[in-house]
């Protein structure tokens, strides 16, 4: 669009100079007016009649549009511009790919592009593929015309974008639609119950076993479990070093079991998305989860394992290092534990101390919640035109071009044919669990090597804008470690989908959106109150505030930290969004 106009106003240029160049020694650089026809239309047509030349001699010497690609670094990769990848989007979109390599550490990459947009560098890719700019930012640079709006591209019906189901277009507009109205973003998107319900929990069936106990499926029966795990020497040791419940609260993917087991008694999303608001029943008015007798409640049965040595102090202390290590340790010493990835076990399949343990659903609270911590899947802002691109319309086709399965997965696994297949005779060789359980029909892609694993120049990193929806995510088999059915870890990701991925309300509070000074107002609040909630989490379990004589303390601590201003807020976001 902006290209158009720029090769129409030169032109003009162009046709407005050769006008005023004209005289006896230039006649032939423009052609005699015809019969009926003016000057000035003699000098336009001559001046479409060199801009077809012009074309013409363009496409005879090969000359392309050159579109500049800003990528963060990676290590992995050994050249973005040699690339597979990049060699088959110059090829497919006939033009040339400028590769600019940020910086490969996400606070790096911000700090060159919080320059460029300020003025401070006229070096300035047309596009920009990174994954982690919040909302706000991205609004900010929105606003302030460094990003450009392309509202107009998702309008379009000649898109890859255009054909993909309505339900999923709903899902990214909602999401890519900023504060001011505006979409300044192609997304990635891709759906995962693995990854969107990280809080699983496992339980030593071995010591279930042992003890004549049956697996637990309320808080109160998983009381008594404990007990009998700590007390009764199931390791068979002959020490009582046995940790009834295990996690570590400053784990990111699913090892808080604190949160993990809160959502028997209130529905908490684990605080990273939206700071841990939620909505009410109705699925209209935002609450405080930490706030709620639930919450306290919780509290109150957290604070009994811990006096009775039913879970360890460690809890509030370890770091990711410690947890492994007491995961692994020579004699298993855990009875039940959060965790969201495989990896935490070496060797997962062949680990002593994972094959004691069993995946198992949600504890079930008092009043019969039995949720697991969830954050509503919302797609991720991705991919970014600059104020400095002068050929739109080049730049959105590359960002779309990803916008099919097929194009999403050579993104994401590389060469088709080499890297990964979609040959039905060849998936047909291969499953999955989500095929074996039944939630997917059959496979429609394999993964034949790893080249996320060693350095090549085969992708881009999957940094690049993504479309796969929840059936492409299912039906993807893995080539490499090929599935085996009797291995232990071989069901895990079926089993989350069936335990995790619908256990919570029926109204979920989406990403919120805040405009700049909605952001300004609140960003230190959920700061603070984020910090608070974990502290005082911590300090009403183990007793060093009373949960009954320090709860209205604790509360107008959050008060004194904005809560009832930035939940207004929050509010306003959330009912400006459903408009």
């Known amino acids: 669009m902006r290209k158009r ?26 052609a005699a007016p015809a019969a009926g026809e003016s000057e000035t239309e003699a000098a336009q047509s001559a001046g479409e009649e060199a801009t077809k030349a012009e074309d013409t001699e363009a496409e005879d010497t090969g000359e392309k549009e050159t579109l500049v690609v800003g990528l963060q670094g990676n290590t992995n990769i050994t050249d973005f511009k040699d690339n597979y990848l990049t060699k088959l989007l110059e090829e497919e979109l006939n033009c040339n790919l400028e590769i600019y390599e940020f910086a490969a550490t996400g606070s790096d990459l911000e700090t060159q592009v919080s320059l460029m947009a300020s003025g401070g560098s006229d070096d300035v890719p047309d596009v920009i ?44 507009e909602k999401a890519m639609t900023l504060a001011d109205g505006n979409m300044y973003s192609i997304p990635n998107y891709s759906e995962s119950p693995w990854n969107d319900t990280p809080n699983r929990l496992f339980i030593n069936t071995t010591w279930l076993d042992k003890l004549g106990l049956e697996i637990p499926t309320t808080t109160d029966e998983l009381y008594e479990v404990l007990k009998a795990f700590v007390n009764n020497d199931p390791n068979g040791n002959g020490m009582k070093d046995e940790i009834g419940l295990y996690g570590y609260t ?93 990896s935490n076990w070496t060797d997962v399949d062949n680990n002593p101390n994972f094959l004691e343990l069993t995946m198992i659903e949600p504890m079930t609270g008092p009043e019969g919640l039995c949720y697991s ?15 400095s691109c002068e050929n739109v319309d080049l730049a959105l086709e590359l960002g779309d071009w990803f916008m099919t399965i097929e194009h999403s997965r050579i993104g994401r696994y590389g060469e088709k044919g080499v890297d990964w297949t979609d040959d039905p005779e060849v998936c047909a060789e291969y499953t999955n669990a989500y095929v074996e359980a039944g939630y997917a029909e059959e496979v429609t892609g394999v993964w034949l090597t790893n080249i996320w694993s060693e350095p090549n120049n085969k992708f881009w990193q999957n940094i690049n804008t993504y479309y796969s929806p929840l059936e492409g995510e299912m039906s993807m088999a893995n080539g490499v470690t090929v599935f085996d059915e009797n291995s232990k870890s071989s069901m895990l990701e079926a089993y989350n989908l069936e335990y995790n991925y619908d256990k919570h309300p029926e109204h979920i509070l989406p990403l919120l959106h805040y405009t700049a000074e909605e952001s300004a107002q609140c960003a230190q609040s959920m700061a603070d109150i984020k910090s608070l909630v974990e502290q005082a989490k911590a300090e009403f379990i183990t007793g060093t505030r009373d949960i009954e004589s320090g709860w209205d303390a604790y509360l107008n601590e959050l008060e004194q930290c904005g809560l009832s201003d930035w939940m207004a807020i929050a509010q306003t976001a959330f009912e400006r969004a459903q408009q």
């Open 5 to 30: 106009f720029m090769a129409a106003a030169l032109a003009a240029v162009m046709t407005a100079s050769a006008l005023a160049g004209c005289g006896s020694d230039s006649a032939s650089t423009t």
């Open 129 to 172: 593929l990174y994954k982690g700019f919040t909302p706000e930012t991205v609004l900010n640079y929105g606003t302030n015309g460094f990003f450009i709006p392309i509202n107009e591209y998702y309008e379009r019906t000649d898109t890859n974008y255009a054909q993909i189901p309505e339900e999923d277009k709903e899902v990214i």
């Open 250 to 342: 400053e784990g990111g993917y699913g090892e808080d079991i604190v949160d993990t087991i809160m959502n028997a008694f209130v529905f908490y999303n684990g605080g990273e998305q939206n700071g841990g608001l939620a909505l009410d029943e109705t699925g209209e008015t935002v609450i405080a989860p930490f706030t709620t007798e639930g919450w306290r409640e919780g509290l109150r049965y957290f604070k009994k394992l811990y006096d009775e040595g039913l879970m360890s102090s460690s809890v509030f202390t370890d770091d990711t290092t410690q947890f492994r290590a007491t995961l692994n340790s020579e004699t298993n010493v855990v009875g039940m534990v959060s965790a969201g990835s495989k």
């Open 373 to 387: 911590p969830y954050a509503e899947y919302s797609p991720e802002f991705n991919f970014f035109v600059t104020s």
